[in-house]
């Protein structure tokens, strides 16, 4: 089992920054993936950025690609998605993921199987318009 616990959410306006913090602990080793999702009002939750555990490029959705930094520090077994520019439609609910075992990374950033993943509980993010 992996524990996750997102903090950092809140309202700012267009244009600002926020950044989002997630302690993971239990058994992170069984994970290949960390991540972040996002879910707004009556859509489906959707990948944002993911990090390999064991290093490896960061992964970015279209959406978030050069204003959102996916980063890991190891040490303290926490997950930062750090978010520039930020913009009304980055408002969503955003969760923070890790993958259960070793699964191929179109299966992580692809349509969401909540099976799939350990989830936190999520923080809110809202950019009024």
């Known amino acids: 089992q992996v524990q996750l616990v997102e903090s950092g959410g809140g309202s700012v306006q267009a244009g600002g920054s926020l950044r989002l913090s997630c302690k993971a602990s239990?058994?992170?080793?069984?994970?290949?993936?960390l991540g972040w999702f996002r879910q707004a009002p009556e859509k489906e939750r959707e990948w944002v950025a993911g990090i390999q555990i064991r290093g490896g490029s960061p992964y970015y959705a279209d959406a978030v690609k050069g204003r959102f930094t996916i980063s890991l520090d190891i040490a303290k077994s926490t997950l930062y998605l750090q978010m520039n520019s930020l913009k009304p439609e980055d408002t969503a609910m955003y969760y923070c993921?890790?993958?259960?075992?070793?699964?191929?990374?179109?299966?992580?950033?692809?349509?969401?199987?909540?099976?799939?993943?350990?989830w936190g509980q999520g923080t809110q993010v809202t950019v009024p318009s």
């Open positions: 993921a890790a993958s259960k075992g070793w699964m191929a990374l179109s299966t992580f950033t692809g349509p969401v199987n909540y099976r799939d993943n350990y």
């Open positions: 239990g058994d992170t080793g069984s994970s290949r993936y």
